[in-house]
Nanobody, 126 residues
Framework: QAQLVESGGGSVQVGGSLRLSCEAR????????TGWFRQPPGKEREGVAA????????YVDASVAGRFTISYDNQKKTAYLEMNKLTPEDAGTYYC???????????????????WGPGIQVAVSS
């Protein structure tokens, strides 16, 4: 059964770093897109970063540009989100997403992705 397994979350102090991982397990179809979304407490889910496997294009939301980096290891079928200089505004539940169907939805449109991980917690303390 195809599933996305996230790891690497936790609690860090302001200015710290974390690397989230998302392994795609059991997929028998190709993936075209991977993305990371987050949901801060009391807020809606928002797109953070995306990686297009076809051409290795990356997209990063302006709120995290210069601090977060998305990458994908095709051998390991694992997406990564490197997060640096974390602030309390970065705290929340982070979700990995993957798309196995080509589409024209925007990188941070949830309809682009048809697989979602269960979410992983990131806490940032001052």
């Amino acid at each position: 059964q195809a599933q996305l397994v996230e790891s690497g979350g936790g609690s860090v102090q302001v200015g710290g770093s974390l690397r989230l991982s998302c392994e795609a397990r059991g997929f028998t179809t190709s993936l075209y897109y991977t993305g990371w979304f987050r949901q801060p407490p009391g807020k809606e889910r928002e797109g953070v970063a995306a990686f297009y496997l076809s051409n290795a294009s990356t997209y990063v939301d302006a709120s995290v540009a210069g601090r977060f980096t998305i990458s994908y290891d095709n051998q390991k079928k694992t997406a990564y989100l490197e997060m640096n200089k974390l602030t309390p505004e970065d705290a929340g539940t982070y979700y990995c997403a993957a798309g196995s169907q080509k589409n024209n939805w925007g990188a941070f449109n949830e309809r682009k992705y048809n697989y979602w991980g269960p979410g992983i917690q990131v806490a940032v303390s001052s």
